[in-house]
């Protein structure tokens, strides 16, 4: 879908930004005027394949607040040396955006050495919050490194700087016996939605939430106004009822009349461009 007609069709489906995945070797800058571009990320999602410089340089053009970074992959290394690689990755990264009033976004992604909450801490805790930040990827925890929305968003804290929502379905292979999985509808899958937006509540999140929504199937305004529905479900719910998963309460640590108003500010929704 061409740039304007992608800024059109997330600006009149109700949603505030955008988050821009591009090509490292992109030479013509898309046209996103009119619309908040809350970050750029370059693919692929596993490798940071762009000079630290270049990206902070596109974001910049852009009007983006902050820069994508992906932590080291797995594959071919020892996590040690996943880690430090990540490290030296955000000195660079955060070097270069510094130099322009951008962020480092540390992006939580299976398959990497940041696939989880607490992973993703042990990077960020080296680094200020203002100068490196992370995207808390609630989607790619249903394929690697889930753990509990409320415990990892207390421990990251106001490192998070934009909150990931999508889903996957798992289903056994026809060729083995581990199971495999793909993506699925935010009403279908592993994600527990209404669990997550009332731990973005508990915590007093107030940045983006952008729908990084992966499914095949349905037209894109489709599934845009879908899945604001969904969401807008999910921020109106009333508190102390359960999630989908009955043996998992929603309030178990929080007594009643310490539970905040239904009221409570939402965080802004975005789309995800790519």
Known sequence: M??????????????????????PDVHELPDLNGINVTCVGFTP??????????????AESLNASSVRICGAAMAGQS???????????????????????????LHQRWGTVTASAS?????????????VGCIYDAGSMTVEGLEEYRIGLELLASYVADVHVA?????????GTVWEWEWAPLSDGLLDLQRLIRALRRTKYE???TLAD???????AALLQTDRQLLQQAFDDLEGIGSHNPLRPLDDHVDAAERPARDAEAPEITGHAR
């Open 119 to 131: 992973q993703l801490y042990r990077v960020l805790e080296h680094f200020d919050p203002h100068d």
């Open 79 to 105: 996590y040690h040396s996943a880690y430090e690689a990540t490290l030296r990755a955000c000195e660079a990264y955060a070097a270069a955006a510094g130099k322009r009033g951008l962020r480092t976004l």
């Open 167 to 175: 889903s996957t379905r798992h289903f056994p292979s026809a060729h």
């Open 2 to 23: 061409p740039a304007r007609d992608a800024v059109e069709l997330i600006g009149t489906s109700g949603y505030d930004g955008m988050y821009c995945e591009l090509s």
């Open 207 to 209: 940045g983006w939430l």
């Open 214 to 220: 992966r499914c095949q199937g349905p037209a894109p």
């Open 45 to 58: 999602d596993d490798d940071n394949a762009i000079e630290p410089n270049r990206a902070a340089e596109i």
